[in-house]
């Protein structure tokens, strides 16, 4: 009942961005790319598309019929495909096993771990400057560890030497830091084309049974959000 509820809530919310954003691109061409406020139109646009990203995303993490290490392996498979399809950048996965699904994860490590991985893909589509990217799992049932890596065979970079994308990497390692795992950033290796990100963390103990779903969704909310008195 309560997935059912969500699945509403996205159907319902979706389609009032794809309308905000729809009749703003009316307006928008209407007025022409010259006009002051085209610049104000196309930031109501980026935001409403990205509001809806991230409110899938919540949903996702929240949604208790996603929980195993294998949705959220499938999940990033998924958003690859999509991500670097008709790019001209190749992009393949291996190691999703039968044997993820018997594991559950908490939100905190489907949030965090998703959302490294969603950004070092979309950094490798923007920057990397590569043709060929590789999603591979390893999941060693017995120890509780999974790696997670992601490999571009584009420029590479000096992870000593980041300038700017330095804030990036300081808030991957922040992700990881915030489940128990490490993260590596691997590039300009002798012989070795590319750069290779990887994550690996043992899970410490079993979940315990899952909480009702409008409970967690509140839960989460108050930690994510600071509500003000009005």
Avoid at 15 to 35: A, M, P, R
Avoid at 82 to 106: E, H, P, W
Avoid at 125 to 131: S, Y
């Amino acid at each position: 009942m309560c997935a059912k509820t969500a699945a509403d809530f996205h159907d319902e919310l979706g389609h009032k961005l794809t309308v905000i954003s729809l009749f703003s691109n009316i307006v928008k061409q209407s007025l022409g790319e010259d006009s002051k406020l085209s610049t104000h139109l196309t930031k109501v646009i980026d935001t409403s598309n990205s509001l809806y990203l991230s409110m899938k995303d919540l949903l996702w993490v929240l949604d208790p019929n996603k929980d195993s290490l294998h949705d959220m392996a499938l999940m990033l498979k998924d958003f690859g495909d999509q991500l670097f399809d008709k790019s001209g950048v190749a992009f393949r996965t291996d190691g999703i096993t039968d044997n993820m699904k018997g594991y559950n994860l908490g939100m905190d490590h489907k949030r965090h771990i998703a959302l490294i991985f969603k950004e070092v893909m979309n950094n490798a589509m923007k920057h990397a400057k590569c043709q060929n990217t590789d999603l591979h799992f390893e999941w060693h049932e017995i120890e509780k560890h999974v790696v997670i890596l992601f490999h571009d065979d584009g420029k590479g970079f000096d992870p000593k030497n980041t300038g700017s994308s330095g804030n990036g990497l300081i808030n991957l390692q922040d992700r990881a830091n915030q489940v128990g795992g490490r993260i590596e950033f691997i590039s300009g290796e002798e012989g070795k084309k590319g750069s290779t990100v990887k994550f690996e963390v043992t899970f410490t103990h079993l979940l315990p049974q899952k909480q009702n779903f409008v409970e967690k969704v509140f839960d989460k909310l108050e930690k994510w959000f600071v509500w003000e008195e009005k």
